[in-house]
């Protein structure tokens, strides 16, 4: 079963950057969408961004284009969200996610996870004004 460790979290002041990674085990063989969410307190969880490793195609949300940019190694099965001019508003908790696109992973207009996805932990992100 596919597993999902994010790591690169932490408190930044705004301007700043950070960088998530998400390693992802037993997973490399079928196509897949993977890339992160997040969910602020009180906030319904939205997509950041995604990348599919069939065609590279990669999506990010209207609120974090220009400023995040997702990669990924597939020699280490690790994805990457590098995250720079960082905002309050970017404070939430990030999950890492992931789902083949033959069970209804999607990175294209968009990026969806169907319930039968897998899910990291998640990692705090903090940006202080």
């Known amino acids: 079963e596919v597993q999902l460790v994010e790591s690169g979290g932490g408190l930044v002041q705004a301007g700043g950057s950070l960088r998530l990674s998400c390693a992802a085990s037993a997973f490399t063989t079928v196509d897949y969408a993977i890339g992160w969410f997040r969910q602020a307190p009180g906030k319904e969880r939205e997509g950041v961004s995604c990348?599919?490793?069939?065609?590279?195609?990669?999506w990010y949300a209207d609120s974090v284009k220009g400023r995040f940019t997702i990669s990924s190694d597939n020699a280490k099965n690790t994805v990457y969200l590098q995250m720079s001019s960082l905002k309050p508003e970017d404070t939430a908790v990030y999950y890492c996610?992931?789902?083949?696109?033959?069970?209804?992973?999607?990175?294209?207009?968009?990026?969806?996870?169907?319930?039968?996805?897998?899910w990291g932990q998640g990692t705090q992100v903090t940006v202080s004004s």
């Open positions: 996610a992931a789902a083949p696109l033959s069970k209804g992973g999607y990175c294209m207009v968009g990026y969806y996870i169907p319930s039968g996805g897998t």
């Open positions: 990348i599919s490793n069939k065609d590279d195609s990669t």
